[in-house]
């Protein structure tokens, strides 16, 4: 069954772990970022723990490959499961974050193509290709690819094979939980679930469409 993984970008903490406590019941995994790991600290990761729901590091990490074994150690201490990185970056780069999770007992996925409009300027012609397959070629789990654009899906499909991918930009982006649902192992969800005003019912509506 495709996994429903719910982007907790919320900024104040206590609204956050209310959305979170609600809705893990019906969730496969959440996804912090930025917005609420800034806002709250790192230390979050430990605290959300108690909700037995695996925590993506979603800081798309892109820098030199010592700077990324830093961050993605810091990452897995604090007690996530996976890491998402940028493959733009080239090869070394992103093995620096495939061995730590490795080492870690964890998971690594590259983003290959994202999921808004202006993606499309720099991640098309071929290098979001090339992004997925460097992605095999270092061991990673998976990648991240569009929800907004399920024919880019399946053509990064082709590269991937059976490597997990986790697809972002379902409902407030446009994109269709139904179609993408299909296509790959995972569907992020953001707004759509944490600005309703009852998310758990929001939940139900993605859950009825994942594959079985």
Same mark, same amino acid.
């Given at each position: 069954?495709?996994?429903?993984?719910?982007?907790?970008?919320?900024?104040?903490?206590?609204?956050?772990?209310?959305?979170?406590?609600?809705?893990?019941?019906?969730?496969?995994?959440?996804?912090?970022?930025?917005?609420?790991?800034?806002?709250?600290?790192?230390?979050?990761?430990?605290?959300?723990?108690?909700?037995?729901?695996?925590?993506?590091?979603?800081?798309?990490?892109?820098?030199?490959?010592?700077?990324?074994?830093?961050?993605?150690?810091?990452?897995?201490?604090?007690?996530?499961?996976?890491?998402?990185?940028?493959?733009?970056?080239?090869?070394?780069?992103?093995?620096?974050?495939?061995?730590?999770?490795?080492?870690?007992?964890?998971?690594?996925?590259?983003?290959?193509?994202?999921?808004?409009?202006?993606?499309?300027?720099?991640?098309? $012609? &071929?290098? @979001?290709?090339?992004? #997925?397959? *460097?992605?095999?070629?270092?061991?990673?789990?998976?990648? /991240?690819?569009? %929800?907004?654009?399920?024919?880019?899906?399946?053509?990064?499909?082709?590269?991937?094979?059976?490597?997990?991918?986790?697809?972002?930009?379902?409902?407030?982006? $446009? &994109?269709? @939980?139904?179609?993408? #649902?299909? *296509?790959?192992?995972?569907?992020?969800?953001?707004?759509? /679930?944490?600005? %309703?005003?009852?998310?758990?019912?929001?939940?139900?509506?993605?859950?009825?469409?994942?594959?079985?």
């Amino acid at each position: 069954m495709t996994e429903l993984i719910l982007a907790l970008d919320v900024t104040e903490k206590k609204k956050a772990f209310s959305i979170a406590e609600a809705c893990a019941p019906h969730l496969d995994a959440i996804k912090l970022g930025y917005p609420l790991i800034l806002s709250g600290g790192l230390a979050i990761a430990g605290e959300l723990e108690e909700l037995d729901r695996p925590l993506i590091a979603d800081f798309k990490v892109a820098d030199i490959p010592n700077t990324n074994r830093l961050i993605a150690e810091q990452v897995f201490d604090a007690g996530f499961s996976s890491i998402i990185c940028h493959g733009f970056t080239g090869k070394d780069a992103v093995q620096a974050c495939v061995d730590v999770a490795e080492d870690y007992g964890g998971a690594c996925f590259v983003v290959a193509e994202m999921s808004h409009p202006g993606a499309t300027t720099f991640f098309h $012609g &071929g290098t @979001a290709e090339k992004i #997925a397959a *460097l992605s095999v070629e270092c061991g990673a789990d998976g990648i /991240i690819a569009p %929800a907004t654009r399920p024919e880019r899906v399946k053509e990064l499909r082709k590269i991937v094979g059976q490597r997990k991918i986790l697809s972002p930009g379902v409902g407030a982006q $446009g &994109g269709d @939980a139904a179609t993408v #649902a299909k *296509l790959v192992d995972g569907i992020i969800v953001g707004r759509a /679930i944490y600005e %309703a005003k009852d998310p758990v019912t929001a939940i139900t509506t993605f859950s009825a469409v994942r594959k079985t």
